[in-house]
């Protein structure tokens, strides 16, 4: 019905009709609600006009109406309340299965780097009907990741991730927008969000020229010496990383901080912040030395190595593992 009087943006996204359904529930409250006191201005002014001979009657107030406008409204606001809440935590939480794909914002473009290796600018490929989770982060000032039909946005910010995820549902190519006014160029800060068929996805992830992104991890890891504190056989001057992500970690100061992807970085280009217990405050700060893509690359090799046993090599084993633990745990 929408499509033949498109007055929203078309629907391509799991959470599109959910945003919308409650979109259109708002308008029709507040329309009622405008109706209503129009309504009523108008009948009252006419209905209480100064007339000749009559005189206005002072009302001592009414506990039956006040009760009934208050107790009406609040109840609609909380149905607003909840319903809204339901579909924010939904879109706030991504699957633990989704694809992740990282995005690097800066002025003025996307820059794209998929898991499995492939990389893109101001394009973002993705399968039809399987849940992608961006893992975004900007390399200067605060940006926006927007996709109308997906009704997904989220703001990009230097210094740390933020997450956005969506499943699509129709293939075809989607505006991509900078919602977030970031100089001369915002404007121009758009791309493609273009969502293929299953086999047309396979296809394009795997025909790139680059290795998995944890590939490349891996050697940015063993560039930068990072193998020589962080071992993997015995206990070295830094933590050992297997099995570190997603896992809880306990600290210097006493407290316990799951290690998530913003832990990995903040951990990298800041050491000190976060110190795991035992061990001495002797890594030097990353900051500066590497570029954004290479800290997400260090993130997804520390991401691998977590979700294997030590000495497997291969990151598609890993992934697959991964599956099934995930798999596993949502059977219990
Ligand atoms: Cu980036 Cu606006």
Same mark, same amino acid.
């Given at each position: ?5 498109p007055?929203?943006p ?14 259109i529930?708002l308008?029709?409250?507040?329309g ?11 009948y ?10 009559v005189? %206005? ?5 009414s506990?039956?109406?006040e009760?009934?406008?208050?107790v009406?409204?609040f ?6 309340f ?30 794209v ?19 992608v989770k ?8 605060i940006?926006s @990741?927007?996709?109308p ?20 549902t ?10 977030e006014?970031?100089g001369?160029?915002h404007?121009g ?31 940015v890891?063993a560039?930068?010496?990072?193998s020589t504190?962080?071992r993997?056989?015995?206990q070295g ?13 306990e ?12 832990y990995l970085?903040?951990?990298i ?7 795991v217990?035992? @061990? ?6 990353f ?10 690359e260090?993130?997804?090799y520390?991401?691998?190595i ?7 090599k291969?990151t598609?084993? %890993? ?5 099934a ?6 059977v219990?």
């Open positions: 019905m929408l499509n033949d009087f007055l929203w078309q629907q391509a996204s799991t959470l599109a009709h959910r945003v919308d359904a409650l979109y529930f308008l029709i409250i507040t009622m609600m405008a109706l209503l006191v129009c309504t009523l201005v108008i009252f002014a006419a209905r209480f006009r100064k007339r000749a001979g005189r %206005a009657e002072q009302i001592e107030g506990n039956a109406l009760i009934t406008w208050s009406i409204p109840c609609i606001f909380m149905v607003i909840a319903w809204g809440a339901v579909v924010y935590f939904s879109q706030r939480t991504p699957p633990a299965d989704a694809t992740e794909v990282y995005v690097v914002a800066k002025q003025w473009m996307w820059k780097e998929h898991a499995e290796g492939q990389r893109e600018i101001n394009e973002l490929h993705v399968p039809v009907g399987r849940d961006l893992i975004m982060t900007s390399q200067d000032v940006h @990741f927007y996709i039909a997906f009704r997904v946005k989220q703001d990009v910010l230097p210094g740390r991730y933020t997450v956005e995820w969506f499943r699509a129709k293939p075809g190519t989607y505006h991509l927008f900078c919602a006014y970031c001369t160029q404007s800060m758009v791309g493609n969000i273009v969502v293929l068929e299953p086999a047309q996805y396979e296809a394009w992830i795997n025909a790139g020229p680059n290795g998995p992104l944890s590939d490349s991890g891996e050697k890891f560039e930068l010496g990072c504190c962080h993997s056989d015995v001057r830094g933590p050992n990383l297997q099995g570190v992500f997603g896992n809880p970690v600290l210097e100061d006493g407290r316990t901080v799951t290690a998530d992807e913003n970085r903040e951990s280009l800041d050491p000190g912040a976060k110190r217990k035992g @061990f001495k405050p002797i890594m030097p700060t900051q500066g030395l590497l570029t954004e893509e290479q800290v997400n260090l993130v997804a520390i991401k691998s977590s979700s294997k046993p030590a000495g497997v291969t598609a084993s %890993a992934a697959s593992q991964t599956q633990q995930r798999n596993g745990s949502q219990q």
